[in-house]
């Protein structure tokens, strides 16, 4: 059981951790401010700005560097893991972008005029 608890004591653990919580609590404050209603519940959905992905690993990348120092190998994995999850997750949206256009487009020539 002891085990169990010093996961608790990780600090990079902690800090990505808490990124990614500040990061999906953010989407409740942009929500409020660009609708002007509070929605709990997007807390709780993936995709949107910020992405709680990037918070994640920019977090776990600054505790590597933070622990371990900024000059570390172990840092520089670790920024290039976040680039590549960053830039995997923007291509995801652009691609769900798109794909959300063209299934608009669709739909309205589908649909039966009313």
């Known amino acids: 059981m002891p085990e169990f608890f010093s996961f608790f004591n990780n600090s990079v653990l902690f800090w990505s951790l808490l990124s990614c919580l500040l990061a999906q609590f953010f989407k409740i404050v942009f929500n409020f401010f660009s609708t002007g209603k509070i929605r709990f519940g997007i807390m709780f959905e993936t995709g949107g700005m910020p992405s709680s992905h990037s918070a994640l690993i920019t977090g776990a990348a600054s505790?590597?560097?933070?622990?371990?120092?900024?000059d570390s190998s172990i840092f520089a994995l670790s920024v290039a893991v976040a680039l590549i999850v960053m830039y995997d997750a923007s291509g995801v949206r652009k691609s769900a972008g798109i794909q959300a256009a063209e299934i608009n487009k669709?739909?309205?020539?589908?649909?039966?005029?009313?």
Not at 63 to 70: A, D, M, T
Not at 109 to 114: L, N, Q, Y
């Open 63 to 70: 505790g590597v560097g933070y622990e371990l120092g900024f």
């Open 106 to 114: 669709l739909s309205k020539k589908t649909r039966p005029s009313i």
